[in-house]
């Protein structure tokens, strides 16, 4: 039986830093350990230091934002130029560049906080009523462009931010599922459901930030995804308020009804309508979490088995392997960088959670293949580092920059029979664009039956222009990918960044039945514009040029 409950947490929000990634009092200077290994590789540059950048005026008259006051109440319209700053763009480094750059092009005239489902829906409304673009907001962790919509042919552009929406609206614990609204965090979100025993069990590296709106917007993957399954695999319901109306899809755990229109908005960024609940599986909190190391003497030999650990159907928990090249300088382990013990090999990274039996008998069955298959056991030391440091490397990311080093990372994923072309392919084209000189590390952490995730981090001595620099690094490393045959992203969502290359993926038709979706649920073109949907073809082929590749019409 389905139990309703109200739980909401205060309207309180720790912000990140314009410029930077996270807590601001957590970011600091390049660590020790790793200044040595950047100074030799790069060498060091203090970049100056960073100022707040001026906010464009607000372009949004009075009568406009009258009308969406009267959405969301008088309170709940700001255009201070600090909540504007706060809502321009995610924390991909092309964002921050800009950022630093004193670019703020993309500030939102204003920021709209509803308190619910029908207060979006009013907003929508009069979105719709004076063209104003509306860019949902969550956590503000996007790093594929998707909070950077194109304001051409706009009276205005908003962010729509879900801040106050932080409710856990029901649970059914016979079910094992719940209801929570999009505005949540994933500390948040895990801390109400602890309070009831349960654990939803996603944990992306953007977890301290990113929201549960978010995580269905992007069809975000966590790293336990081995044991808990990407977050679109979580969702059992969604409830969206689009320009149309409103869609409440999901009423039972499977369903031979049609295709699953959960589907359709799972992914959809904001561009068909807005996720106002999220209905999804949850589990009893574990009572043992065991996480531990092993050495490979390849990345291909630890790539081949976690493939026969997939396919036996043993996978634990959470599951990571870094290549020769990451595993070198110590990635895994962020507190760590630059560790001269490092030795050579692969770390693969193992995870355990659930009830002690369960975990100890998973443990011994993963243990007796990996040893079969060649592996060398390191201990807990090596996994429980990692589990300690495992959300810090965008700070890592931001002290780099702040010494003239350009870092960024990007995924993608393929079957197992292309691994090794698509891994080579994607390193050849970084190198080849950035130079001998970049490093080029890999890891693969989410693994399926099939195939599997490859997740690339490149750091390189920044140029003049280290935008320019990075949007053609980014430009050849997603070419290198369709030439494989692989997707341009796993678990980073198109946004406008990959936008260039979907009907690559999808084909013209695909894009198209993407297009017509857009025009039914969003006929005024008000949700996110330029973001996901590819251009139509007419309006691709006349498209100028850009050195920037999100900058298109639809």
Known sequence: MSQTTSPSLPFVQSEMHPSRWGDPALAGPLPDSARGLVELAF??????????????????????????????????????DQTRRLRTRGKSTPDLLRMRAGDLSDAPDAVVRPAGHDEIAAVLAAAVEHRIAVVPFGGG??????????REGYAGLVSLDLVRM????????????????????????????????????????????????????????????????????????????????????????ATAAGPDLRQLILGSEGAFGVITAVTVRVRRMPAAKVYEGWRWPSFAAGADAMRTLAQAGLLPTVIRLSDENETAINLARPDDIGDEDAAAGCLMITGYEGEPGA???????????????????????????????????????????????????????????????????????????????????????????????????V??????DPLAQWLRAKAAASDAMMAAGATITHHHAVGTD???????????LGASVLRAVKA??????ILNPGVLIPDAPQLASSRPDSSRPDVADV
Request: glycine fraction near 14%; include cysteine; charge should be negative.
């Open 141 to 150: 962790t996007a790093v594929t462009g998707g909070l950077a919509a194109r």
């Open 459 to 464: 750091a390189a001595k920044g140029a003049d």
């Open 498 to 508: 990959h936008r260039p290359w979907l009907t690559q993926e999808i084909g013209e």
């Open 166 to 253: 932080k409710g856990l609206l029901a649970v059914d614990e016979v079910s094992m599922t719940a209801t929570l609204e999009p505005g949540l965090r994933g500390p948040e979100a895990e801390a109400l459901l602890a309070e009831r025993g349960l654990t939803l069990g996603h944990y992306p590296q953007s977890f301290e930030y990113a929201t549960i709106g978010g995580f269905a917007a992007t069809r975000s993957s966590g790293q336990s995804s081995a044991g808990y399954g990407r977050f679109d695999a979580l969702v059992v319901g969604l409830r969206v308020a689009t320009p149309r109306g409103e869609l409440r899809l999901g009423s039972a755990p």
């Open 520 to 525: 039914d649920l969003d006929p005024t073109g």
């Open 359 to 457: 975990v100890a008998a998973k443990k011994d069955a993963v243990t007796a293949v990996l040893e079969g298959l060649g592996g060398t056991p390191l201990g807990s030391e090596a996994g429980e580092a990692w589990a300690h440091g495992r959300f810090g490397a965008p700070y890592l990311r931001d002290a780099m920059l702040d010494v003239g080093v350009l870092v960024e990372t990007m995924e993608t994923a393929t079957f197992w029979s292309n691994r090794e072309a698509l891994y080579t392919g994607v390193k050849d084209a970084l190198t080849a664009e950035l130079g001998d000189g970049a490093i080029v590390l890999c890891h693969i952490s989410h693994v399926y039956e099939t195939g599997c995730s490859l997740y690339f981090t």
């Open 43 to 80: 060498g060091l540059e203090d970049t100056p230091g960073l100022a707040e950048p001026a906010v464009p005026e607000s372009g949004l008259s009075d009568d406009l934002l009258a009308a969406l006051r009267g959405a969301v109440g008088d309170g709940y319209v700001l255009t201070d």
